[in-house]
């Protein structure tokens, strides 16, 4: 296992639904196989990987059955409703057809938390900010910088708006 992916680690933050770190070589994504993690939402840019990262993951993830979906949002960026709505919808459609879920970002603190924390509120049917606690209590370094907490407000209160909670 890769010292990133052990240093920076993971959790299960709802029942079939892991937040971490990005995995960086074939023992990482052992791991996420021995978590029975069988799909991933990767949130990481390309440019974030190192030469070569990508397909050893890649392999890695073939190998084992597990299937990868990507969807890059920008590291300390803003979280965009539209790409918010789709990362949630995924790890939700997921979760209700019984899958195990991992979902990251570098080091499984910010973007992925937030996106995390979306699906526990869609899934359970509680606000934002006890989604943000919850998933906190799981795993306490999920912290999403301010204006991603302020873009994930907006993002809900849009949906509450549209009458999609």
Known sequence: ?????????YGEVHPGLIVGAYPL?????????????????NLV???EYQPGDREEIEAAYAS??????????IDFGHLPADQLEAAV????????DD????????????????VAS?????????????????????KPSADPLPHQRADLHDWW?????AGER
């Open 99 to 114: 899958r195990r879920v991992y979902v990251h970002c570098r080091a499984g603190w910010q973007r992925s938390a937030a």
């Open 25 to 41: 070589d074939r023992g990482d994504v052992n791991q996420l196989r021995l978590m029975q993690v069988d799909r991933v939402l």
């Open 89 to 96: 919808a995924t790890l939700v459609d997921w979760l209700e």
């Open 118 to 138: 979306g699906a526990v509120a869609v899934i359970r049917g509680i606000s934002i900010e006890a989604a943000l606690a919850s998933v906190q209590d799981q």
């Open 1 to 9: 296992m890769s010292t990133w992916f052990r240093s920076y680690g």
């Open 157 to 161: 209160e849009a949906r509450a708006a």
């Open 45 to 47: 840019e390309d440019s």
């Open 64 to 73: 084992h059955g597990i299937q990868e979906t990507r969807q890059s949002l």
